[in-house]
């Protein structure tokens, strides 16, 4: 069975950083786009990042320039570096994985950004 596994989320201060990992297992992971999407209390699910099989990133401007995604085809896990933190990044984070004829979801991890 297709497993993605996220880790990594918690508490952490405003202008904090933390690392969310996703750890894939069970299907080609290399050939596959990864994305994080997150979903705050009371709001839509929302993309944050992807990155696709070739290593092409893209961003939401709300995290442009404070969010980094990163892939390690080796390891098949896929990485978020938040650094610069703001409350408004409180939300559960969700690994996600597509070839576009398949999609897969993590169960989330949750990070809170508070003082």
């Known amino acids: 069975q297709v497993q993605l596994v996220e880790s990594g989320g918690g508490l952490v201060q405003p202008g904090g950083s933390l690392r969310l990992s996703c750890a894939a297992s069970?299907?080609?992971?290399?050939?596959?786009?990864m994305s994080w999407y997150r979903q705050a209390p009371g709001k839509e699910r929302e993309l944050v990042t992807t990155?696709?099989?070739?290593?092409?990133?893209n961003y939401a401007d709300s995290v442009k320039g404070r969010f980094t995604i990163s892939r390690d085809n080796a390891k098949n896990m896929a990485y978020l570096q938040m650094n610069s933190v703001k409350p408004e990044d409180t939300a559960v984070y969700y690994c996600?994985?597509?070839?576009?004829?398949?999609?897969?979801w993590g169960q989330g991890t949750q990070v809170t950004v508070s003082s």
């Open positions: 990155i696709t099989s070739a290593g092409n990133t």
């Open positions: 996600y994985a597509t070839d576009y004829a398949r999609r897969y």
């Open positions: 069970r299907f080609t992971f290399s050939t596959y786009h």
